[in-house]
Nanobody, 123 residues
Framework: QVQLVESGGGLVQAGDSLRLSCVVSGHFFSTLAMGWFRQAPGKEREFVATISRTGSGKNYADSVNGRFTISRDSGKKTMSLEMNSLKPEDTAVYFC????????????????WGQGTQVTVSS
């Protein structure tokens, strides 16, 4: 059973930075494509960023491209999301997700999910 545990959320001001982490257990880390998704109140869960099994392929939502950086560390079995220049519209619960095979931007294709971590950006 794959377990994903996120950490790093919090309350920050617009323009600040945060780093989210997701630790993976229970599966061969190198076989998993991974991604970050977020869900704001009253909205559907949406794609933020994905990273391939090797880490060589990365994909970002237009809304975060240039501000967020996704990465993974095989030795620590951890995926991270560095978020810079945060905006109030980035406020949401951020979820870590994983799936065998290739990364996609569609939430329904991911098999494993973390519990989520709240990010709140004040103006």
């Amino acid at each position: 059973q794959v377990q994903l545990v996120e950490s790093g959320g919090g309350l920050v001001q617009a323009g600040d930075s945060l780093r989210l982490s997701c630790v993976v257990s229970g599966h061969f880390f190198s076989t998993l494509a991974m991604g970050w998704f977020r869900q704001a109140p009253g909205k559907e869960r949406e794609f933020v960023a994905t990273i391939s099994r090797t880490g060589s392929g990365k994909n970002y939502a237009d809304s975060v491209n240039g501000r967020f950086t996704i990465s993974r560390d095989s030795g620590k079995k951890t995926m991270s999301l560095e978020m810079n220049s945060l905006k109030p519209e980035d406020t949401a619960v951020y979820f870590c997700a994983a799936k065998p095979g290739f990364a996609t931007t569609e939430t329904q294709t991911y098999d494993y999910w973390g519990q989520g971590t709240q990010v709140t950006v004040s103006s």
